[in-house]
């Protein structure tokens, strides 16, 4: 690894450290016994969030993980899609970036459709 690269995989690394899950997070969602309603639901509506933080930084994790590695093997800032360079500006700002802007726009736009497709779907077999 070059060694302009070095800063990037040092503040990599740091952001890992960040977005793991800790120990205290993951045992939150533990489910505690208790009789009255309105802490079942308490408790039920805390666990949802720490799942959705877990997920959120499991997944951030990975994508860093995965920059680091590509930091290590010299293809860091290139699309993973269509093998172009991912703009300076975009890796500041995420420098853990997979995708170049036009392929993350793409990608965005198919997740939209899948997911409106899924709604559709599940509407219908509702009815």
Partial sequence: MSGHLEPIRQMLEARLKEAAPTRALRESLLIDHVSDIADMNSQAAEREIAGQYIGNS???AR???SAIERLKNGSYGV???CEEHIAPKRLRALPWAE??????EDADRS???EQRARI???RAEAA
């Fill in 79 to 81: 699309c993973l899609r």
């Fill in 99 to 104: 995708l170049c802007i036009h392929c993350q």
């Fill in 120 to 122: 559709t779907i599940d």
């Fill in 63 to 65: 994508r860093i993980r």
């Fill in 58 to 60: 499991s997944t951030l």
């Fill in 111 to 113: 997740g939209q459709q």
